[in-house]
C-alpha cells in the first residue's frame, strides 16, 4: 500500500490502494464463515437493492418498480427507466441497509448486475456500485443477470444444490442450461431470435393489452379455449434451440386480418391458443432433454417462470418422471438484486467476479461459465 507522508496520493495511488485492499478482502471471503453482500440490480425497469447473507438468507429485498410509468406507453422506454433508476437508487440503498439491521460497516462486499440488460440503465447500477465499493473499501463483484435468475431458486429452495438442469425463460434470455456447479454453465440451446418473455410482451401488444403483457396473457387465458390454429410450425424441430418470431408474427397476423374484415376477436381464446403453443413449445424440448440426460432436478428460472400454466405442464412432466422440479417463488420470478447478491457469494467462494473500478455495462455477456 501507499503511504506518503506528507505528499497527497494522486488518482493512480489511490486506486492501487484500494485495488489491493479491495482483493486481500476478496480473497479471504473464501474462507469467511458468514458473508455479508450488498447488491445492486437496475438491469431494466426495477431499481432493486439487497442485502444477503451466505447466498441463501434475504436480509432486505428492496424493488422500486416502474411498471406504472412506462405501462402508458405499452413497453419500458429506456431513457426513461435510467432516470428513473437514478432518482430511486440513493433511497433503495438506505432502505435496503435499515431492513436488514445492520450498518454499511457490517457488509463484506458489494455486488452489481452489469449485464446483460438496457446500457443505460445498468450503467446507473454499475457507476453507484463502484462509489459505494470504493467508500466502504469493499470488492466489487460484477454479476450475470441471467445467472441471478438462476440463483433465484437458490434463496427460494434451502436444498438446491447443483448439479441440474436449467430452463431460463426471460424477458432477455430463453435457454436451456445444464448447471454442473455454481460457477461452471452450459448453454444447451437457446433462442435465435426473440426471447419468450418478449414474444409475450408483443402479443399482448398487438392485442391492446396493458403492459406487462405476461402476466396479463396468463391471467385473461384461463377464461379462453385453445381453439385457434395460428399459420405458424414450430421451425426447429430436432435442436434445443428455440425460435418465436414466427409464431409472433402468426398471432400478429391473424389480429390484423382479423380487424381488416371487421370481424370479432376474442382475445381470451387468442391468449389461450398462443399461451398453449409457447408452453408447448418450452416444455417439449425441455422433456426432450431431460429424458435423454436423465436428468434428476430442474430448475425453472425467470419471470416467465411465473407463468401458471408453464408451471403446470412442468409439474405434470416431473411427477410423471420421478424429476424433482424447483420453481422460483413468485416475488423473485421476476428481477431484483437478492437473487444477485446470491450468485455474488458462489463467485467469490469460487474466486470470480472480482471487478476493478474500471467496470462498465455490457448489454450482452455469454451465459456459459467455467
Known amino acids: 500500500m501507499n503511504i506518503l507522508k506528507g505528499q497527497a496520493l494522486t488518482k493512480e495511488q489511490k486506486m492501487a490502494d484500494y485495488l489491493e485492499i479491495a482483493k486481500q478482502k476478496f480473497d479471504a471471503l473464501k474462507d469467511k464463515k458468514d458473508v455479508l453482500i450488498l447488491a445492486v440490480e437496475s438491469s431494466c425497469d426495477e431499481t432493486a437493492v439487497s442485502v444477503v447473507k451466505n447466498g441463501r438468507e434475504v436480509l432486505s429485498n428492496v424493488v422500486a418498480s416502474q411498471i406504472e410509468i412506462h405501462k402508458r406507453f405499452g413497453g419500458v422506454v429506456p431513457e426513461v427507466a435510467s432516470r428513473n433508476h437514478i432518482l430511486a437508487i440513493s433511497s433503495c440503498y438506505k432502505k435496503a441497509i435499515e431492513e436488514a439491521k445492520i450498518e454499511s460497516k457490517d ?86 431470435d426473440d426471447s419468450v418473455g418478449e414474444c409475450f410482451d408483443k402479443v399482448a401488444r398487438v392485442l391492446g393489452l396493458p403492459y406487462p403483457g405476461g402476466p396479463v396473457i396468463d391471467k385473461i387465458a384461463k377464461e379462453g379455449r385453445d381453439n385457434i390454429k395460428f399459420n405458424y410450425h414450430s421451425p426447429l424441430k430436432d435442436t434445443y434451440n428455440f425460435s418465436f418470431s414466427g409464431l409472433k408474427t402468426a398471432v400478429v397476423n391473424y389480429v390484423h386480418n382479423k380487424e381488416q374484415k371487421h370481424e370479432d376477436i376474442d382475445k381470451n381464446d387468442v391468449a389461450c391458443s398462443f399461451q398453449e403453443l409457447v408452453t408447448q413449445e418450452l416444455v417439449e424440448k425441455t422433456k426432450h432433454f431431460c429424458e435423454k440426460e436423465d436428468v434428476k432436478k430442474l430448475v425453472v428460472a425467470g419471470g416467465v417462470g411465473a407463468n401458471s400454466r408453464l408451471r403446470e405442464k412442468l409439474s405434470l412432466f416431473c411427477e410423471k418422471n420421478g424429476i424433482k422440479l424447483y420453481l422460483p417463488n413468485l416475488k423473485y420470478c421476476t428481477d431484483n438484486a437478492a437473487m444477485i447478491g446470491s450468485m455474488a457469494y458462489y463467485y467469490a467462494k469460487n474466486g470470480i467476479g472480482l471487478a476493478d473500478l474500471t467496470l462498465t455495462a455490457k448489454p450482452n455477456v455469454d451465459i456459459s461459465i467455467g
Open 107 to 192: 457488509l463484506d462486499a458489494i455486488a452489481v448486475t452489469y449485464g446483460a440488460g438496457l446500457m443505460g440503465a445498468l450503467l446507473v447500477g454499475v457507476n453507484f456500485a463502484k462509489t459505494v465499493a470504493y467508500c466502504l473499501n469493499l470488492p466489487l463483484i460484477a454479476v450475470s443477470h441471467v445467472h441471478g435468475h438462476i440463483s433465484a431458486n437458490y434463496i427460494s429452495h434451502q436444498d438446491l444444490n447443483p448439479p441440474f438442469a436449467c430452463l431460463m425463460v426471460s424477458g432477455g434470455h430463453t435457454a436451456i442450461l445444464n448447471v454442473e456447479d455454481y460457477c461452471k454453465i452450459k448453454v444447451i440451446g437457446s433462442t435465435v
